[in-house]
């Protein structure tokens, strides 16, 4: 039988949380009625992701298909699942997190019942222990969000802002008509420059395609400890802003020294020092992404605008 939906987990040197993932995908309840299959594609790990991957396919308790992406770069990963998916909805989660047991058949119902061409639900994180004490999540100086977590609210609603790719789900159409991830954008091994799923969903808004929010269809994402040291929240603004450069291309019409925006300049200069002379830790840490994400803006438009990219 034809699968009615395909899930496509891409990985990378992730084995030990891939295992739970699995795991909590095999203890979902899906009705007899619903065909689907799960399509783990090996974005060239070289832990022992393989051997968990027969390990787990011989217990026959997931529709498992593995495929072996050698190109570096989730965005080759996740092209590579749409290539060989068979169904008409595709939907994607992340190699560590944990699904609801209703995940799957919350996200067919949704489909069922909608003309939308996308739609993604809430992920919630799991904290391993307190917050840090310089970790606002709300407010004007609220931590910008490096940590994975999308609520919305109680309702179904039209997704206004980019859903997340922990959480995702597309008509099939969408990539026939649209195109695949762009490949320069997105994660690669360890960096932290992504975008490549905010990118898609902004091409399908200005199509004009229904987009949806629907809470109840529901994962669950770990927040593991690097992530909750203050390098890593730096990196990833440094990478986010590389990534913004890179969607929304090089800033025109504006003034320039050495090919940087005059206004980057005058930025940083504001952002140092308020970052200075501001003294509580929340605050001041972020003062210190504002400059990383500048940082990030500026080392990016450097080498676009001599035409390089790396």
């Known amino acids: 039988m034809k699968p009615h939906i395909s899930v496509v987990i891409c990985t990378y040197n992730r084995a030990e949380s ?17 065909a689907w299959e799960l399509i783990l594609v090996d974005n060239n790990s070289k832990d022992s992701t393989r051997q968990a991957v027969a390990d787990f396919s011989a217990t026959g308790k997931l529709p498992l298909k593995y495929i072996f992406e050698s190109r570096p770069g989730l965005s080759f990963a996740r092209n590579a699942g749409i290539a060989n998916s068979q169904a008409e ?26 003309d939308c061409m996308a739609l993604g ?73 992504g975008g490549e799923d905010i990118e898609f969903f902004e ?26 040291e203050k390098e890593y929240f730096e990196k990833w603004c440094f990478n986010g802003a590389r990534t913004a450069v890179r969607f929304e291309g090089l800033p025109k019409h504006v003034v320039s020294y050495f090919g940087l925006p005059r206004y980057y300049f005058r930025s940083l200069l504001e952002n140092v020092v308020r970052w200075f002379l501001t003294f509580d ?30």
């Open 89 to 114: 909805i595709i939907a994607f989660t992340d190699d560590d997190v944990i699904v609801e047991p209703d995940w799957l058949s919350k996200l067919l119902v949704a489909f069922s019942k909608s």
């Open 121 to 193: 639900g809430r992920i919630f994180p799991i904290w391993p222990g307190p917050k840090p004490a310089w970790f606002r999540e709300n407010g004007p100086y609220a931590t910008p969000k490096a940590i994975v977590y999308l609520d919305l609210g109680e309702e179904i609603c039209v997704a206004d802002s980019p859903l997340c790719g922990a959480n995702m789900a597309f008509r099939k159409a969408a990539f026939l008509k649209y195109g695949d991830f762009r490949v320069d954008l997105g994660r690669v091994a360890a960096s932290l420059m």
């Open 203 to 228: 091409r399908l808004k200005k199509a004009r395609e229904k987009l949806l929010y629907v809470p109840d269809v529901i994962v669950h994402h770990p927040v593991t400890k690097d992530r909750m």
């Open 18 to 34: 891939l295992v739970q993932t699995f795991q909590s995908l095999a203890a979902m309840v899906v009705p007899q009625d619903i």
């Open 281 to 310: 830790e929340g605050k001041r840490f972020y003062y210190k992404l504002q400059v990383c994400i500048l940082l990030g803006r500026i080392a990016e438009t450097w080498q676009m605008s001599r035409g390089r990219t790396a």
